[in-house]
């Protein structure tokens, strides 16, 4: 017994000195370790730019401490970097920061134990470092959304720890490594958005736990493997955006937990997969502009969790009453430019929650079906370019959140319903190319966020309603031609200064062109042939330039243009009938002289006691002004007064609410009065809250802000009463050469930062926070200075205080938000894309119209698209080759080199706002702090301010989604 305990005493002192031993060995080891990896984190940092260096200023320790072998210091306490229990690195997490640099000198075999390495979302550029791929016990890589480039190293499947690998949003190219397939434990894999090429390696089939697979958005080619049927627990693949071919194979249908299937812009063919939503998890299955072939399968039919599906521009067949049931849940649909047959079904109708239903360019027949009335969330309806005969159901007036409806190129007939006009949120009007007839509903007029109006070639008869005139958003096009309206055009269409495109033609018109079209200053193309129209041309740029087809077919017409007669004289003819007059009226007006000047006398000098007495009593209250707002019929009469009754030739502008006038009041100042649209004061909101949202905005002091001085509420109209620029609006000096050459480099990076303030203020230091909606460069005003001022700051929310932030197509055309095209929800971001295409606009002189449409998978009408979306980190590829100068106003010299730095961060931040996904979008703030904190040497790889996690799967979805 004493022997077997002396044996145990034995056995646990050679523990314990075997432990001590092992303790003394781990801490030697350790205090190398970390030695190391000081060093090499160190020399990394010292790598990096000038500029980025003090991100990283926790960073302290200097390389000449780290030598000697007694230091005890590591790096745990630094910024982004995580330790275990020995203090040896096993995280290093920088996002989001904006690092500058390559990866070159970072000597990551230093660093044993690091697990998780994530710098995505930085200015991170050059190849992607082999040694990195030395660090087996690594779990996560993330170094999407940067600017690295050559390929992806195939030592990558060496790293059989990986959970986590993401080089998504960079500029990698190359095939994509078949070693991938030997990451066994791999659970996301992003490559998403680079420019790798060749086939998908079979070998991915064989990643087991692979839960996420994006490659979308590269130039991958040849067919999508057999071998992707063993990943049967993928809820995520992501292939659009390829030039990937041939038919699906049939292993697809084993991805029964797919919830994302996103296969649009390829070249794919053969039948579309039976029984992919098996699972009955199925969310999202995009599928456009492919060459499928055949029916829709059963199993899409019958998939009850659909929220979007799209299979729009490919060559499907079959009667669609019967393809498609009852989807509860289901949110946007489209099945456009296909060869569907059949009729509309009324169970769209029974879909609650759908918000776009787009069947146009198919073979439909049959009416349309007046149930869908019940869709009560429809924003948008196309069902354009089939054979759909009968009437416009009036149903359709139901749909109060509908903002486009598409029915042009059918067999409709009958009489536009009335209804049409109690649409509040209606902007996009399409019925052209049908049999209507009757009279056009002057409801219509009532749509007063109308921005194009298409009516052309049906038979309409009647006249044009006078309540057109109120149509003032009406930018893109108003077209009634190739119908029989007869009568006069209304003066009141000299109100839509802000149409681009008007089209009369082939009607029976007559009378003369009306005078206010010399006051449509935005207008670009004009058709008035074939009317009975007379008299001379209006003094307007677009009618002397449009060509002579454009009048031809009006005998009356005259003017100074190609193909018409000169109008007559008339000086000659009235001469002597002036004379006449002249002789009899003289001694009337004589005595009509005297006795004005007595009552006026008398007027003004009873009119001076009073004004007098008022001012001298309320002087107290503060600005003249603030007393205006409460007494409105004194100052309606000064303003009605010294605009000669709103005369046009006071109009110094318009907005998305009104129009601006020039008015110096009796007391000598010069302010800038906005007339509001609604000519009805029973249209605005309720009075006493409208006063105090007024009372608010008064209050709202920022130097690029125009100060609200008040309103004033009368019977004719409501006005609201503005400080006065004298330079006008941004929109005006671009447009004008003299102007835009005075406007050089340095005033232009002012106005930008003058904005920007304005946003940031308004977005972050406004309580609530204040959501412009109309960021344009009409509303950007100019001082004596060149300084910058955010006009109609609130103006929206006035006049719709009783509604939610879910609103019709807000904002001007051009410079809205894409997410508006299905949303409809106005959020901060909505601004920012605003900023960010003005930004572009300031910088190249002219609106950046081309590279919106590539920035973006979708126009702001809503209307598909294959472009896809912009890249995160990067240009987009047509931009990245376009010489610097090419995104200059070539009517100035070219920046010195300092000042081309400041031109060059705001570029960048031009195009970081108009990223077509708003979660990728940075805030004012981060634009703010950006443009007074930072300047960046070039723009050929500017940095995306926004994160976007891949940790997080909500806002990767939304990526997917906003890019098709």
């Known amino acids: 017994m004493l022997l077997k305990r002396s044996f145990c005493w034995y056995l646990f002192l050679n523990f314990v000195f075997l432990f001590s031993t092992m303790h003394i060995a781990a801490s030697a080891f350790s205090t190398r370790e970390q030695t190391q990896e000081v060093g090499a984190l160190l020399q990394w940092k010292k790598s990096l730019s000038d500029q980025t260096q003090h991100l990283l200023s926790s960073w302290m320790l200097s390389s000449s401490n780290i030598t000697s072998t007694n230091t005890s210091t ?7 970097i995580r330790c275990n229990i020995a203090g040896s690195v096993t995280g290093i997490n920088l996002t989001s920061i904006g690092l500058r640099g390559t990866l070159h000198e970072f000597n990551f075999s230093s660093l044993p134990n690091l697990l998780s390495l994530d710098l995505h979302d930085n200015e991170l550029f050059g190849n992607i470092p082999p040694n990195i791929f030395t660090l087996r016990n690594l779990t996560l890589i993330n170094l999407g959304y940067n600017q690295l480039s050559g390929s992806i190293p195939p030592e990558v499947g060496n790293l059989t720890m990986l959970n986590v690998l993401s080089f998504s949003n960079n500029l990698l190219s190359g095939p994509v490594p078949s070693t991938l397939g030997n990451l066994n434990n791999l659970s996301l894999l992003y490559l998403g958005n680079n420019h790798l090429t060749g086939p998908i390696p079979t070998e991915l089939g064989k990643l087991n736990f692979l839960s996420e697979l994006r490659l979308n958005l590269n130039n991958l080619t040849g067919s999508i493997p057999a071998s992707m049927g063993n990943l049967t627990g993928l809820k995520v693949l992501s292939l659009y955006g390829n030039q990937l071919s041939g038919p699906l194979p049939r292993e697809i249908n084993n991805l029964s937990h797919l919830i994302l299937f996103f296969l649009s812009n390829n070249s794919i063919s053969g039948f579309l997969p039976e029984h992919i939503c098996h699972g009955g998890i199925l969310e999202d299955f995009c599928a456009s502009n492919n060459h499928f072939t055949g029916t829709v399968p059963i199993g899409l039919k019958n998939c009850t969790s659909l929220t979007r599906l799209r299979l729009d521009r490919n060559h499907l067949i079959g009667n669609i009453s019967e393809d498609f049931g009852i989807y509860p849940v289901l949110d946007y649909i489209d099945l456009s430019y296909n060869n569907f047959r059949g009729e509309v079904s009324p169970n769209w109708g029974k879909c609650q929650l759908l918000t776009s239903l787009k069947i146009s360019d198919n073979l439909i027949v049959g009416v349309i079906p007046p149930e869908i009335g019940g869709s009560s969330l429809l924003h948008m309806l196309d069902l354009s370019n089939n054979k759909l005969e009968g009437k416009i159901p009036n149903e359709l007036g139901n749909l109060k959140s509908l903002f486009n409806l598409t029915l042009s190129g059918n067999n409709l007939s009958s009489e536009i319903p009335p209804g049409l006009g109690m649409l509040p949120d209606l902007a996009y009007l399409d019925l052209a190319q049908n049999y209507l007839n009757g009279p056009i509903p002057k409801q219509l007029g009532s749509c007063l966020k109308m921005i194009y109006m298409n009516l052309s070639s049906n038979q309409l008869n009647g006249s044009i309603p006078d309540e057109y005139g109120d149509l003032v958003s009406l930018q893109v096009a108003l077209d009634l031609s190739r119908n029989t309206l007869s009568g006069e055009i209304p003066w009141q269409l ?5 149409l681009e495109i008007l089209d009369l033609s082939n009607n029976e018109l007559t009378g003369p062109i009306p005078s206010t079209f010399d006051n449509l200053n935005s207008l670009r ?7 009975d129209l007379e008299g001379p041309l209006p003094k307007n740029e677009a009618f002397l330039v449009a060509p002579a087809e454009a009048f031809q077919g009006n005998a009356g017409l005259c003017g100074n243009h190609s193909g018409l ?15 006449s007059i002249l002789v009899i009226m003289m001694p009337l007006v004589g005595v009509s002289i005297i006795v004005s000047i007595v009552v006026i006398i008398l007027y003004t000098m009873e009119r001076g006691k009073t004004k007098m007495s008022e001012i001298s009593e309320d002087s107290h209250h503060g600005n003249l002004f603030a007393i205006w707002s409460y007494d409105g019929k004194l100052v309606y009469e000064d303003i009605k007064e010294a605009t000669e009754g709103f005369d046009h030739k006071y109009c110094i502008g318009v907005g998305g609410s009104g129009s601006v006038y020039r008015a110096e009041l009796s007391t000598g100042q010069v302010v800038a009065v906005k007339t509001l649209h609604s000519p009805h004061s029973s249209n605005l909101p309720n009075p006493d809250i409208f006063e105090n949202e007024v009372r608010a905005l008064t209050k709202i002091r920022h130097r ?8 004033c509420s009368h019977a004719e109209r409501s006005v609201l009463i503005y400080e006065y620029l004298e330079r006008g609006s941004l929109a005006k000096i671009l447009k004008d050469t003299e102007q835009a050459k005075d406007l050089d480099w340095a005033k232009r990076i002012n106005v930008v930062k003058g904005v920007a303030k304005a946003l940031y203020y308004l977005h972050h230091d406004c309580r609530p926070p204040i959501i412009h909606r109309d960021i344009s460069n009409n509303n ?10 955010v006009s109609d700051f609130g103006t929206a929310k006035l006049l719709k205080l009783d509604s939610s932030n879910w609103t019709g197509l807000a904002g001007t055309y051009g410079y809205i938000a894409p997410e508006l095209a299905y949303t409809m929800k106005v959020t901060d971001k909505c601004d920012v894309y605003s900023f960010g295409v003005l930004t572009l606009e300031i910088i190249m002189g002219c609106h950046p119209c081309e590279m919106m449409s590539s920035l973006s998978s979708s126009s702001p009408l809503g209307s598909s698209s294959s472009a896809s979306s912009a890249t995160l980190s990067v240009l987009p590829s047509h931009v990245q080759t376009l010489p610097f100068n090419n995104l200059l106003d070539e009517r100035l010299p070219v920046p010195t080199p300092e000042m081309a730095d400041e031109v060059a961060t705001i570029i960048k931040l031009g195009f970081a706002c108009t990223n077509a996904n708003p979660l990728l979008r940075p805030t004012m ?7 007074l904190a930072r300047r960046l040497p070039s723009i050929e790889s500017p940095h995306q301010l926004a994160i976007g996690q891949v940790q997080n799967p909500a806002v990767q979805e939304q990526e997917d989604k906003t890019s098709r």
Not at 74 to 80: A, D, H, L, P, T
Not at 525 to 531: A, E, G, K, P, Q
């Open 74 to 80: 590591n790096s745990c306490g630094w910024e982004g």
């Open 494 to 498: 000299g109100n839509l200064i802000k």
């Open 525 to 531: 193309l004009v058709d008035v042939s074939h009317n």
């Open 565 to 579: 007669k000169l109008c007559p004289s008339s000086i000659e003819s009235q001469k002597g009938r002036r004379i």
């Open 704 to 711: 690029n802000i125009v100060k609200l001085y008040g309103y």
């Open 780 to 789: 950007i005003l100019l001082d004596t200075k060149y300084e910058a001022h």
């Open 925 to 931: 703030e981060q634009v703010y702090m950006e443009l």
